[in-house]
């Protein structure tokens, strides 16, 4: 069975830290991009961060660069994402997602391409 298990989400307030983390089971991790998502009450979903298996190569949306970091660590299956600086705005859903390096071998991908999800962490940050 395949899963991915977000953790680490939480109330903080503006100009705090927050580090998501994503475990996953059920695939062959290492041949897998992953990305982290959020959604935001009355939003659609957007593509935050993603890190390629290939090469590990990273790509963050404009509001998020400078304070977010994304890493994995494939001996432990796991996708974390350091996220800095928070701000109100960073208020959402977030979910952690895989994409088969067939599909895509290097990220930024399109969600619709992203085979698996995990059910999502809220992050919340106070003004």
């Known amino acids: 069975e395949v899963q991915l298990v977000e953790s680490g989400g939480g109330l903080v307030q503006a100009g705090g830290s927050l580090r998501l983390s994503c475990a996953a089971s059920?695939?062959?991790?290492?041949?897998?991009?992953l990305g982290w998502f959020r959604q935001a009450p009355g939003k659609e979903r957007e593509g935050v961060s993603c890190i390629s298996s290939v090469g590990g190569r990273t790509f963050y949306i404009n509001s998020v660069t400078g304070r977010f970091t994304i890493s994995r660590d494939n001996a432990k299956n796991t996708v974390y994402l350091r996220m800095n600086s928070l701000k109100p705005e960073d208020t959402a859903v977030y979910y952690c997602a895989a994409v088969s390096t067939a599909v895509r071998a290097m990220c930024p991908a399109a969600r619709h391409e992203y085979r698996y999800w995990g059910q999502g962490t809220q992050v919340t940050v106070s003004s």
């Open positions: 059920g695939f062959t991790f290492d041949g897998y991009g």
